[in-house]
């Protein structure tokens, strides 16, 4: 399985049989993008909660690719309003089983809306994934603060890798994402939703030198990482 890294929040992920899985698709207006939206493909789109920096090309590549999009309800309803032809609908603490494996929402502590037509829409609660895949296990943490509960995610799941949020202002930083690492027990853990813009600015090898020999790992966009 490949993930590869985007900027922001943007990951894709390749799986053994070739499912291409594309999580909060914000390329257009990212600056840390490697690549543009026109060139994403996508068969499933997970999205972890309504931001427009999380949302992002969402609508295009699904109808380009007729990928579908997996998120909460909320979520669903605005991209079939929009034209998305295949949407699977889920909600916290729920589970489900699809062609590629098996995707949890978890609870993350942020907020989730999109602002259209000078309105903004409420899109559901917002949440992390939790990806079981080719015989692994990933988590990204979408936007949070860390909470004491992420250790129910460590206790319950052996994860192989988490993608936390270090930026501050919007979620946690590096030292309360370093407690998220020791909460979650991940094996690999590689920092996400930094440097995008000036309010979210951080030295991503201060994080890593928060953690244990070997379990942080810094993503440039456009590297990728097999599991």
């Known amino acids: 399985m490949e993930v590869t890294y985007h900027g922001h929040s943007a990951v894709s992920i390749v799986t053994a049989t070739g499912t291409r899985i ?25 999205l972890t ?23 909460m309800v909320e979520i669903c309803h605005y991209a079939e309003s929009w034209g998305v032809q295949k949407t699977h609908g889920m909600n916290l603490g729920g589970s ?12 993350a ?55 936390l949020p270090i930026g501050d202002n919007f979620t946690m930083g590096p030292a309360e994402a370093a407690m998220a690492a020791t909460s979650v027990q991940a094996k690999k853990v590689v920092p996400i939703h930094y440097n995008t813009f000036p309010v979210i600015q951080q030295d991503p090898h201060q994080f890593l030198d928060l953690l244990p020999p070997g379990v942080g790992q810094i993503m440039l966009p456009g590297e990728t990482l097999i599991l």
Do not use: C, Q, W
């Not at 594309?22 to 997970?46: H, M, R």
């Open 22 to 46: 594309v999580i909060d698709p914000f390329f257009s207006g990212n600056p840390k993008a490697d690549i543009s939206a026109d060139d994403v493909g996508a068969d499933y789109i997970l």
């Open 49 to 71: 909660h309504g931001h427009s920096d999380h949302i992002g090309d969402m609508v295009a590549i699904a109808r380009r690719e007729s990928a579908t999009v997996i998120g």
């Open 96 to 107: 489900f089983d699809f062609p590629f494996g098996r995707v949890k929402l978890v609870p």
């Open 109 to 163: 502590l942020h907020s989730s809306g999109l602002e259209v037509g000078g309105k903004m829409l409420y899109m559901g609660e917002p949440a992390g994934l939790i990806l079981e895949i080719d015989g692994k296990t990933i988590y990204h943490a979408g936007d949070t603060a860390y909470f004491r509960d992420m250790e129910l995610l460590g206790e319950a799941f052996a994860i192989d890798l988490a993608l």
